[in-house]
Antibody
Framework: QVLLVQSGGEVRKPGASVKVSCKSS????????LTWVRQAPGQGLEWMGW????????NYAQKFQDRVSMTRDTSTNTAFLELRSLRSDDTAVYYC????????????????WGPGTMVTISS | QSALTQPASVSGSPGQSITISCNGT?????????VSWYYQHPGKGPQLMIY???YRPSGVSSRFSGSKSANTASLTISGLQAEDEADYYC??????????FGGGTKLTVL
C-alpha cells in the first residue's frame, strides 16, 4: 500500500524547535520529491518547500528560509522537517506530500499526502 | 508572493453545476499549465482532484473538470452531489520553482 506515515503531534514553547518525520512505503522513495505543506487552524494550505529525496537538494519558501530544514534518510525512506525559533503562529497541521503517480519535474502537484502532524506552540 | 485568489464561498443545489475561479499572475498560473485543484473535507487531509490544468487522477469523477485562461484557472463541478461539500484549493507551480496555493473556497450544497 502506498502510504506516507507521519510522526505524532507535538507541543512546544515559543522559541523552541520541532522535528516532524514522514516515512514512505509502497513506492520508491528516491523517485519522488517530498513537499511540506502546513495549515493553521481554520486557514488555508501553505507551501513550505520541497526536498529532493534523491539528491537531498531543497527549495524553501522565502518566509521560512532562515529557520527551516528539510532532510531525508534514504536507508529508512524517511523525510524530516525541522522548524526552529517557533512562534505561536506556527501552530498548524504539517503535511508531507509527494507526486507519485506521475513522475518527473516539476514538483507541481501532490497525489499522496500524509495524515498530518499537529504542532502546537504554547507557553 | 501572495496567495492565489479564490472566492471564499460558493453554493449550488444538487444536480446543478458550479465553477470556482482561481486568479493568479503571469509568474504562476499564466506562466505554465501546472495548475492543480484539491478537495479537503473538514478534519481530513487534501485530496488531488485535478492536475496540469485539466487532468483527473485515477478514481476522480468525470464530474470534475478544470480549465485555464491567461492568469485565471477554473474548477467546474457538474451534477453537484451532497458529498461534494468541502473546501477546495487551487495551486500553481511558479517561475520561482515554488508552489503557491489559493486561499480556499468553501462549497456548500444546498
Amino acid at each position: 500500500q502506498v502510504l506516507l506515515v507521519q510522526s505524532g503531534g507535538e507541543v512546544r514553547k515559543p522559541g523552541a524547535s520541532v522535528k516532524v518525520s514522514c516515512k514512505s512505503s509502497g513506492y520508491t522513495f528516491i523517485n519522488s520529491d517530498l513537499t511540506w505543506v502546513r495549515q493553521a487552524p481554520g486557514q488555508g494550505l501553505e507551501w513550505m518547500g520541497w526536498l529532493s529525496t534523491y539528491t537531498g537538494d531543497t527549495n524553501y519558501a522565502q518566509k521560512f528560509q532562515d529557520r527551516v530544514s528539510m532532510t531525508r534518510d534514504t536507508s529508512t525512506n524517511t523525510a524530516f522537517l525541522e522548524l526552529r525559533s517557533l512562534r505561536s503562529d506556527d501552530t498548524a497541521v504539517y503535511y508531507c506530500a509527494a507526486k507519485v503517480a506521475t513522475l518527473g519535474a516539476p514538483n507541481d502537484h501532490f497525489d499522496l499526502w500524509g495524515p498530518g502532524t499537529m504542532v502546537t506552540i504554547s507557553s | 508572493q501572495s496567495a492565489l485568489t479564490q472566492p471564499a464561498s460558493v453554493s449550488g443545489s444538487p444536480g446543478q453545476s458550479i465553477t470556482i475561479s482561481c486568479n493568479g499572475t503571469g509568474s504562476d498560473i499564466g506562466a505554465y499549465d501546472y495548475v492543480s485543484w484539491y478537495y479537503q473535507h473538514p478534519g481530513k487531509g487534501p485530496q488531488l482532484m485535478i492536475y496540469d490544468v485539466s487532468y483527473r487522477p485515477s478514481g476522480v469523477s468525470s464530474r470534475f473538470s478544470g480549465s485555464k485562461s491567461a492568469n485565471t484557472a477554473s474548477l467546474t463541478i457538474s451534477g453537484l452531489q451532497a458529498e461534494d461539500e468541502a473546501d477546495y484549493y487551487c495551486s500553481s507551480y511558479t517561475k520561482f520553482n515554488t508552489v503557491i496555493f489559493g486561499g480556499g473556497t468553501k462549497l456548500t450544497v444546498l
